[in-house]
């Protein structure tokens, strides 16, 4: 009788190779904390980065044009940062991040992402480093939009150093 233990070894391999680490990539100092603590998390781990750039949406303008222009420069701009950060991120984990650019309101466009990619396992965020509280998206995220976050998520302390990093890595 055949036994099921390859398949089962395959579907467990499988599972570890398709853990997804997002970092929301925002302009915020703590990003780079978040960034590096998931890299080493899919370094260790054998997972894979997702690096999430939320633009603003283009203001309504009387000219169309100016708005699809700076539409067009929001995008360039992301495209750019991400590259950057995806070099980075090949660096320390020896793979390739997967990219994502949306336009909205960060939340929302996290929330609706989160909701819509199966291959996301956890989210990785970095609490701010100054004393005015976390900061806005996990004040959202741990609190009143704590429900419709369906994975699970850490939050990095901002100040944390590289040395803490692979520590608790």
């Known amino acids: 009788m055949p036994s099921d233990t ?7 391999a499988s599972a570890v190779r398709d853990r997804v680490f997002l970092v929301v990539v925002d302009d915020s100092p703590e990003r780079a904390v978040a960034l590096k603590y998931a890299c ?4 260790k781990s054998g997972g894979r980065v997702a690096l999430l750039r939320v633009i603003e949406p283009a203001d309504q303008t009387e000219w169309a044009g100016v708005g699809a222009l ?6 360039e701009e992301a495209e750019r940062l991400l590259s950057g950060l995806a070099a980075q991120v090949n660096e320390m984990t020896g ?31 970095a609490a701010s480093a ?12 741990t609190s009143r939009y704590a429900s419709k976050v369906t994975v699970p998520m850490t939050i990095v302390p901002g100040t944390m150093d ?4 692979e520590r608790v890595t």
């Open 130 to 141: 100054a004393t005015g509280g976390p900061g806005p998206l996990i004040t959202a995220l």
């Open 162 to 165: 590289d040395d803490a990093l």
């Open 40 to 43: 080493l998390r899919a370094r």
């Open 70 to 75: 700076m539409q067009e420069e929001g995008r």
């Open 6 to 12: 390859g398949t089962t070894e395959k579907a467990a």
């Open 95 to 125: 793979g390739l991040p997967i990219l994502l650019i949306r336009e909205g309101d960060p939340r929302d466009e996290l929330l609706a992402l989160i909701a819509e990619d199966p291959r996301i396992s956890i989210l990785i965020l």
